[in-house]
């Protein structure tokens, strides 16, 4: 049967059903369909954006003979591309746009189509489905409704999937466990750090029996999975890996033979770019189905590696490990994306602070601890820069604060004298001490409290 038949097949399917046809279709079959797609895609983007026409045109590049992404030599996407040049990726009218921070606080833009949200909204459902979410349970969505994509996203997948579903948006946990008994939700769905503050609710006032808790937008403390599946018996958390420039998930968790994610290579052909010796490398991907503005060979940031070896648990989607750092500066943290321009602002109105400065993020059991080293000039006590700093936090950046006044975080200022901070080597501004990957060799060299 043609693949475009059996594709309208398909679509003819609920996801459910399209969750159990997945795990049972041949990887060599999924293969040839994405690399039919790939093609699709690439003539596509080639024949109406203006962005690829003058990449292409710059390589000598012919669409026409691009049949891998192998042929198409050293190009690739980046986020700064997305930065300047968004509107000139539009191969087709938008219905709607999502943003993102870049590493310098400028902003991504991505534009979807009516019928693309509706796809993401499937694929999401598929994805759920194969966690083991079915039309019966009960959906409390918590991911954030503002510019970013993740509360829409997760509320077309609510929707696809048939189960009873409210959309919270990211409110203050308390809102949503004062629910728990009147709408019996059997599944949460909400970033991390936000789970956290709610399971820390549910130890203190009692819990009811749930069945997934469902995380994604940054990672998850790895001491933090047993003590909410503790707390929420006998709930499973489980996270999956997207962006707003996925649109979805393009890495999921259905199972606990792997301590990783399962890939979506039905909307995403994914590739390691420079990879390692043990495999690690930035993630790439090109998204296969998108028409609005398909991202062709785009450059994640993230490093993670593929797994070669077949899952334990059966499934025939391929394995990716978890993510392991960032090539660049930006961190996700504290319930949002933070980047070194952002403190800059935020400490710069405060003249008797020196240039020098540097954010730790670390763990005290599961709860996130944000702090914030500086030096003064003039014996300023950490007393009295606080409310000045939580000022400037405010009027500049009021998501991060209304993450901190929900308790997703917590916060301490720290001061050092003039030259503490930096000693004869460059001071990287964002430290991420929470996982086991953490750079401690990146601490400023008065931080020695720290490294013990």
């Given at each position: 049967?043609?693949?475009?038949?059996?594709?309208?097949?398909?679509?003819?399917?609920?996801?459910?059903?399209?969750a159990?046809l997945?795990?049972?279709?041949p990887?060599?079959v999924?293969?040839?369909?994405?690399?039919k797609?790939?093609?699709?895609?690439?003539?596509?983007?080639?024949?109406?954006?203006p962005?690829?026409?003058r990449?292409?045109?710059?390589?000598?590049l012919?669409?026409?003979?691009?049949?891998?992404p192998?042929?198409?030599?050293?190009?690739?996407?980046?986020?700064?591309?997305?930065v300047?040049n968004?509107?000139?990726f539009?191969?087709?009218?938008?219905?709607?746009?999502?943003?993102?921070s870049?590493t310098?606080?400028?902003?991504?833009?991505?534009?979807?189509?009516?019928?693309?949200l509706?796809?993401?909204?499937?694929?999401?459902?598929?994805?759920?489905?194969?966690?083991?979410?079915?039309?019966?349970?009960?959906?409390?969505?918590?991911?954030?409704?503002?510019?970013?994509i993740?509360?829409?996203?997760a509320?077309?997948?609510?929707?696809?999937?048939?189960?009873f579903?409210?959309?919270?948006?990211?409110?203050?946990?308390?809102?949503?466990?004062?629910?728990?008994?009147?709408?019996k939700?059997?599944?949460?769905?909400g970033?991390?750090?936000?789970?956290?503050?709610?399971?820390?609710?549910?130890?203190?006032?009692?819990?009811?029996?749930?069945r997934?808790?469902?995380?994604?937008?940054e990672?998850m403390?790895?001491?933090?999975?047993r003590?909410?599946?503790?707390?929420?018996?006998?709930a499973?958390?489980?996270m999956?890996?997207?962006s707003?420039?996925?649109g979805?998930?393009?890495?999921f968790?259905?199972?606990?033979?792997?301590?990783?994610?399962?890939?979506?290579?039905?909307?995403?052909?994914?590739?390691?770019?420079?990879?390692?010796?043990?495999?690690?490398?930035?993630?790439?991907f090109?998204?296969?189905?998108?028409?609005v503005?398909?991202?062709?060979?785009?450059?994640t940031?993230d490093?993670a590696r593929?797994?070669?070896e077949p899952?334990p648990?059966?499934?025939n989607?391929?394995c990716?490990?978890?993510?392991?750092?960032?090539?660049d500066e930006?961190?996700v943290?504290?319930?949002?994306?933070?980047?070194?321009?952002?403190?800059?602002?935020i400490l710069?109105p405060l003249?008797?602070l020196?240039h020098?400065?540097?954010?730790?993020?670390k763990?005290?059991?599961?709860?996130?601890?944000?702090?914030i080293?500086v030096e003064?000039?003039?014996?300023?006590?950490?007393d009295?820069?606080?409310?000045?700093?939580?000022?400037?936090?405010?009027?500049?950046?009021?998501?991060?604060?209304?993450?901190?006044?929900?308790?997703?975080?917590?916060?301490?200022?720290?001061?050092?004298?003039?030259?503490?901070?930096?000693?004869g080597?460059?001071?990287?501004?964002?430290?991420?001490?929470?996982f086991?990957?953490?750079?401690r060799?990146?601490l400023?060299p008065?931080?020695?409290?720290?490294?013990?």
């Amino acid at each position: 049967m043609p693949f475009r038949l059996i594709e309208k097949f398909i679509e003819t399917l609920s996801p459910a059903t399209m969750a159990r046809l997945a795990r049972r279709t041949p990887p060599s079959v999924i293969r040839r369909m994405a690399a039919k797609h790939f093609r699709q895609t690439v003539r596509w983007a080639a024949a109406r954006s203006p962005f690829y026409q003058r990449a292409f045109a710059a390589r000598g590049l012919d669409p026409a003979k691009i049949r891998t992404p192998a042929d198409l030599g050293d190009f690739y996407t980046t986020p700064d591309d997305l930065v300047a040049n968004a509107e000139d990726f539009i191969c087709a009218p938008p219905s709607i746009v999502f943003e993102s921070s870049g590493t310098t606080g400028r902003n991504k833009r991505v534009y979807y189509s009516n019928d693309e949200l509706h796809s993401i909204g499937v694929s999401s459902a598929v994805g759920l489905a194969m966690l083991g979410i079915t039309a019966e349970d009960r959906i409390a969505n918590a991911f954030d409704f503002n510019i970013w994509i993740p509360g829409m996203v997760a509320h077309y997948g609510c929707m696809a999937t048939g189960a009873f579903s409210l959309a919270f948006g990211k409110v203050d946990p308390i809102e949503v466990y004062r629910r728990l008994e009147q709408y019996k939700f059997t599944v949460i769905l909400g970033e991390p750090t936000w789970l956290i503050r709610l399971t820390e609710l549910a130890e203190q006032h009692g819990a009811r029996p749930l069945r997934f808790l469902v995380g994604s937008a940054e990672e998850m403390p790895p001491d933090a999975v047993r003590w909410m599946e503790n707390v929420w018996k006998p709930a499973r958390v489980v996270m999956s890996y997207g962006s707003v420039e996925i649109g979805g998930a393009i890495g999921f968790q259905p199972c606990l033979q792997i301590d990783g994610y399962h890939m979506d290579n039905v909307d995403y052909l994914t590739e390691i770019l420079e990879p390692d010796a043990d495999g690690y490398g930035e993630i790439v991907f090109t998204t296969l189905g998108r028409r609005v503005m398909p991202l062709l060979r785009y450059r994640t940031r993230d490093v993670a590696r593929l797994i070669s070896e077949p899952c334990p648990c059966g499934s025939n989607f391929p394995c990716m490990s978890k993510i392991r750092g960032r090539r660049d500066e930006l961190i996700v943290a504290s319930g949002g994306n933070l980047y070194p321009l952002m403190f800059q602002n935020i400490l710069e109105p405060l003249p008797e602070l020196t240039h020098d400065w540097q954010v730790v993020f670390k763990l005290e059991g599961v709860r996130e601890i944000m702090e914030i080293h500086v030096e003064s000039t003039n014996g300023a006590t950490a007393d009295a820069l606080d409310p000045r700093l939580r000022s400037q936090i405010t009027d500049q950046y009021p998501d991060l604060m209304k993450n901190l006044a929900l308790g997703i975080f917590q916060m301490r200022l720290f001061v050092h004298r003039p030259g503490e901070l930096r000693v004869g080597r460059k001071l990287k501004r964002l430290v991420d001490l929470r996982f086991a990957h953490a750079d401690r060799a990146a601490l400023a060299p008065g931080l020695s409290d720290i490294r013990s």
